[in-house]
């Protein structure tokens, strides 16, 4: 018999014996992730994962907006479409506690548990049960072109202020080099303007509910807050600010459009790598900025992997969140794309590493920002409800967006500031009472 013919014999023998002894066929999960900087890393490592497990995995690679849409219909209609979702803060409790994730108590004692940055892991946590793993976490704070500010004659303090963030924007905006003093999120969105718009009317004094559940979105303070938003983006934002949310910032900022950037700590490790950043060399950082009360000035949020309770491969599942955010995976990203492209603010072994010390000078900064975020303290006065740039409750993902657009319709002049929100107010009001919240 010829030799070629023998051996594929043997193997198909091979295989026939292993399924025989239960060995487990391939497996294709369908991962729904964003299409963020870290998650394109993930990407391109997952062969590895693939390779190691015989496993595949179908990736469907969504804009934040859309991801959520998809996602959250999903999930609650039992679909069944995704084995793997990318969620965050908001969702996972909320999700958890209505049974429609997998416990992920169950990688291992090789996990290290214990190594999950606490406020991170605690987010994810209902009833002493994690429901998401943390994939990359972050709050927020002020990026800015330290060249910029030296040849202005400014400087930067540690803990700015909005009122001087409106000095150097405006010193700094020079629109016939396209080079504008701020840049802020713009794009609609619960995610994606009104997280930084959270963070904003915090520190401007506001909140989303008083202690009644009556909502505040057309007290002073919003207005305050949402008028120098308007205002600032008006006289030193890039044009299009509706259509910018962050990946589009960090294109602006990264590629030298922006003096300033207010926005996520996890952007710190793309706008300080020279493989992404025409800038990598003239980046500084401060606190994100204050107003009236520091409270809840800068936001806490974690972009993390969950199964859902409808997957029917639940085993390979959890093989692939375990190895996405493992202390493994992070010296991986590491040693491939350079330690200042590892996936921050989820372990603490992160940033005892000497390596990520070294490529990061920014590390001890974003540990601090996210072990202080505090969603329990996030307002001026009291509040009924838990998060800093959103609120734990289920009727909050059409809220926030709602009035992210409201917020839209006044930074491009369809509307006025009063005019977009006293309408908004009435309508949340009108969900609010329909929900059961208002008596």
Same mark, same amino acid.
């Given at each position: *018999?010829?030799?070629?013919?023998?051996?594929?014999?043997?193997?198909? @023998?091979? +295989?026939?014996?292993?399924?025989?002894?239960?060995?487990?066929?391939?497996?294709?999960?369908?991962?729904?992730?964003?299409?963020?900087?870290?998650?394109?890393? *993930?990407?391109?490592?997952?062969?590895?994962?693939?390779?190691?497990?015989?496993?595949?995995?179908?990736?469907?690679?969504?804009?934040?907006?859309?991801?959520?849409?998809?996602?959250?219909?999903?999930?609650?209609?039992?679909?069944?479409?995704?084995?793997?979702?990318?969620?965050?803060?908001?969702?996972?409790?909320?999700?958890?506690?209505?049974?429609?994730?997998?416990?992920?108590?169950?990688?291992?004692?090789?996990?290290?548990?214990?190594?999950?940055?606490?406020?991170?892991?605690?987010?994810?946590?209902?009833?002493?049960?994690?429901?998401?793993?943390?994939?990359?976490?972050?709050?927020?704070?002020?990026?800015?072109?330290?060249?910029?500010?030296?040849?202005?004659?400014?400087?930067?303090?540690?803990?700015?202020?909005?009122?001087?963030?409106?000095?150097?924007?405006d010193k700094l905006t020079d629109k016939s080099k396209e080079q504008y003093g701020l840049c802020l999120r713009g794009k609609p969105g619960w995610g994606e303007n009104m997280a930084f718009v959270g963070t904003l009317v915090n520190t401007f004094g506001g909140q989303w509910f008083d202690m009644d559940w009556k909502p505040q979105i057309n007290s002073d303070a919003w207005k305050k807050a949402i008028g120098w938003y308007v205002d600032t983006m008006k006289k030193d934002g890039p044009p299009g600010i509706s259509s910018n949310g962050f990946n589009e910032n960090q294109t602006l900022f990264a590629s030298g459009h922006c003096a300033m950037w207010i926005d996520a700590t996890s952007a710190a490790g793309r706008v300080y790598d020279p493989k992404q950043s025409k800038v990598a060399d003239k980046v500084a950082f401060a606190k994100a900025p204050v107003a009236v009360t520091?409270?809840?000035?800068?936001?806490?949020?974690?972009? @993390?992997?969950?199964?859902?309770?409808?997957?029917?491969?639940?085993?390979?599942?959890?093989?692939?969140?375990?190895?996405?955010?493992?202390?493994?995976?992070?010296?991986?990203?590491?040693?491939?794309?350079?330690?200042?492209?590892?996936?921050?603010?989820?372990?603490?072994?992160?940033?005892?590493?000497?390596?990520?010390?070294?490529?990061?000078?920014?590390?001890?900064?974003?540990?601090? +920002?996210?072990?202080?975020?505090?969603?329990?303290?996030?307002?001026?006065?009291?509040?009924?409800?838990?998060?800093?740039?959103?609120?734990?409750?289920?009727?909050?993902?059409?809220?926030?967006?709602?009035?992210?657009?409201?917020?839209?319709?006044?930074?491009?002049?369809?509307?006025?500031?009063?005019?977009?929100?006293?309408?908004?107010?009435?309508?949340?009001?009108?969900?609010?009472?329909?929900?059961?919240?208002?008596?």
């Open positions: *018999m010829p030799t070629r013919k023998l051996i594929g014999i043997l193997a198909v @023998s091979a +295989a026939a014996s292993a399924l025989a002894a239960g060995a487990a066929p391939a497996t294709e999960i369908t991962v729904a992730t964003v299409n963020n900087g870290d998650m394109i890393i *993930m990407q391109k490592l997952s062969p590895e994962w693939e390779k190691a497990t015989g496993n595949k995995v179908n990736w469907v690679t969504l804009e934040e907006n859309v991801l959520r849409e998809r996602v959250t219909t999903d999930i609650a209609t039992k679909g069944g479409q995704f084995d793997v979702l990318t969620i965050g803060g908001y969702e996972t409790p909320i999700w958890g506690k209505a049974g429609w994730l997998t416990s992920l108590n169950d990688l291992g004692d090789d996990y290290d548990y214990d190594d999950l940055i606490a406020p991170v892991r605690n987010g994810l946590t209902v009833d002493g049960k994690l429901y998401a793993v943390p994939f990359y976490a972050e709050s927020s704070f002020t990026l800015y072109r330290k060249d910029l500010f030296d040849a202005a004659g400014l400087k930067m303090p540690e803990q700015p202020t909005y009122d001087q963030i409106t000095e150097f924007a520091p409270n809840g000035s800068a936001w806490g949020w974690a972009w @993390s992997l969950a199964i859902p309770a409808s997957t029917k491969k639940a085993d390979a599942a959890k093989s692939f969140v375990k190895w996405a955010t493992s202390k493994a995976y992070v010296q991986r990203v590491g040693e491939t794309e350079g330690w200042v492209a590892a996936p921050p603010g989820t372990r603490k072994s992160t940033y005892a590493s000497a390596d990520y010390q070294k490529a990061a000078p920014f590390a001890a900064t974003v540990l601090s +920002a996210i072990e202080s975020a505090d969603p329990t303290k996030q307002t001026k006065d009291p509040v009924p409800y838990t998060g800093i740039q959103f609120v734990a409750i289920p009727e909050f993902q059409g809220i926030g967006t709602q009035v992210g657009q409201a917020v839209a319709a006044a930074v491009t002049g369809e509307q006025s500031v009063d005019d977009a929100l006293n309408g908004v107010q009435a309508e949340v009001e009108r969900t609010m009472t329909e929900a059961g919240y208002i008596k």
